[in-house]
């Protein structure tokens, strides 16, 4: 796959497919938009919030969410704030999330499936509870509703910043407003 992304790149750059895409590095519209990483919402997120290239800083990881108030989720959502001027924050999660009821015992057996040893598994403990890093959660709304306060509550965003949760219909593309 890496071999045909690069053909694929090579004839992209001479052709001058690029200057489609140029914009600053600024968001145009101050948006920071922190989403999960599922294919799904590649494409169908920006389209159904009307955004295009530019437009906004978006943040994508396993479930949108935040493991620690020092992660590199807020180090992200923090740069936007501060350098990149955002003056809003959206937090988006999305139907049919495979990290909702994800377990970790699930996700520990099946890197040893592809050989990871126990003590690679016991190093990393040394580092992160397991169990909450590897688990899930098991209510998309609730989710949203604690991400959410935990950006707004962090000791180093401004007070009063603007972050609203939503969820994203995987199919549709509908947003509803998680309050």
């Known amino acids: 796959m890496i071999e045909e992304i690069l053909k694929f790149n090579t004839r992209f750059v001479a052709q001058k497919e690029y200057e489609n895409y140029v914009t600053s590095g600024q968001p145009n519209r ?37 493991l620690s108030l020092y992660d590199s989720v807020i180090r992200s959502l923090l740069v936007a704030v501060y350098e990149l001027e955002c003056k809003e924050i ?9 990290l909702c009821r994800m377990k970790a ?38 989710d949203v509703k604690l991400t959410v306060n935990t950006i707004r509550c962090h000791p180093l965003m401004p007070r009063g910043f603007t972050v609203r949760g939503f969820i994203i219909d995987s199919h549709t593309g509908k947003l509803s407003e998680v309050l």
Do not use: W, Y
């Not at 938009?33 to 396993?62: H, Q, W, Y």
């Not at 099946?110 to 690679?120: F, H, R």
């Open 30 to 66: 101050k948006l920071a938009v922190l989403s999960c990483m599922d294919t799904r919402l590649t494409e169908l997120l920006p389209k159904a919030m009307g955004l295009k290239n530019g437009d906004a800083k978006f943040i994508k990881v396993a479930g949108g969410t935040m």
């Open 90 to 98: 959206m937090v988006v999660h999305h139907s049919d999330c495979g």
């Open 105 to 142: 015992q699930h996700f520990i057996d099946l890197m040893k499936q592809k050989g990871i040893s126990e003590e690679s598994l016991q190093e990393a403990a040394k580092h992160v509870n397991l169990e909450r890093f590897f688990s899930g959660f098991d209510d998309v709304e609730e």
